[in-house]
């Protein structure tokens, strides 16, 4: 029974992150599908993946009800928990699409939909699940499969435009950008922010962090420099990090740490997120740079 969870404990994960965008939630529904899992009857379950996956998800469904109610009481924006993905924490990441389903972008734009149409666009586009499959998971018809399946899709749809297909071009502009942020570059950073730039920062109360988004290139240079003049940041190191599938930044310094995802619009940031709440990078600051 142990061995059969646990090489379906991977995907049980990665299913649990993209509906939640929390690792510690997401380990926490694969130990409670573990508890499950182990006081089922075995000789009924016919198929231990599919029987599994439906766990999962509703599992998925029950926090992300009362997750909405937590994120309201949040102190600041919030943003999904990063992810190192260079060595395949969240699968095979291989093609744009792969990478993209996992970037902060698209995992923010999902908080947004309903908690079924999360679930079936994970499935469906993540997973590659039929929307037979998909209606016999959550208890639903095939119609109503397709339908959620459409309305995430179009709610999806402008997150999915801003991933580049470049992968070699987008994280040279990421070493471009964090570098002239690093030198107090003014003339770099504006060549490098659109217009209509959009920055977030998630401490969640714990750190210093900009409470309301920074909206457009004049404010968002203010902060991005003001933050580049902080004391603290004498001693600071920085190194890029495939992280969530893109390359980011991950800063360090006085025990304190902060990743910065940058999202393109062409060859300019459109928006920029900063994740600083030390709750949420576990998982990052157990990763070492190879």
């Given amino acids: 029974m142990t061995e059969l969870f646990e090489g379906q404990r991977a995907r049980m994960f990665n299913i649990a992150y993209r509906m939640l965008g929390s690792v510690a939630e997401a380990e926490d529904v694969v130990q409670d599908a573990f508890l499950r899992w182990h006081g089922a ?10 029987w599994l996956t439906k766990v999962v998800t509703n599992l998925c469904l029950t926090r992300l009800s009362s997750a909405r109610a937590r994120r309201e009481q949040y102190v600041g924006p919030w943003l999904p928990e990063p992810v190192p993905t260079a060595d395949g924490a ?6 744009v699409e792969q990478r993209e389903l996992v970037s902060l972008g698209v995992l923010v ?13 994970v499935l469906r586009e993540a997973f590659g699940h039929q929307h037979r499959e998909i209606a016999e998971i959550l208890d639903i ?4 499969s397709r339908q959620l399946h459409s309305r995430a899709r179009r709610h999806v749809a402008d997150a999915r435009k801003r991933f580049p297909a470049d992968r070699a071009r987008h994280e040279e502009i990421v070493r471009r950008f964090l570098d002239a942020t690093l030198r107090g570059d003014v003339k770099g950073l504006e060549q490098f922010l659109a217009d209509d730039v959009v920055s977030w920062a998630d401490g969640g109360g714990k750190v210093t962090a900009a409470r309301r988004p920074i909206v457009g290139k004049a404010k968002v240079l203010r902060y991005m420099l ?3 003049r902080r004391p603290e940041l004498k001693e600071i190191s920085a190194e890029i990090a495939e992280i969530n599938g893109q390359p980011a930044w991950v800063l360090s310094w006085n025990h304190m740490t902060a990743v910065f995802v ?4 062409g060859e300019r940031v459109a928006a920029l997120r900063a994740i600083l709440n030390p709750d949420k990078l576990r998982a990052v600051t157990n990763w070492r740079p190879v």
């Fill in 226 to 228: 003001g933050f580049q």
């Fill in 141 to 144: 018809d095939e119609a109503h």
């Fill in 90 to 95: 969240l699968g095979p990441l291989e093609t």
């Fill in 109 to 121: 734009v999902l908080e947004r939909l309903t908690p079924p149409e999360r679930a079936v666009f």
């Fill in 41 to 50: 009857d075995q000789s009924k379950i016919a198929t231990p993946p599919a």
């Fill in 262 to 265: 940058a999202e393109m619009e």
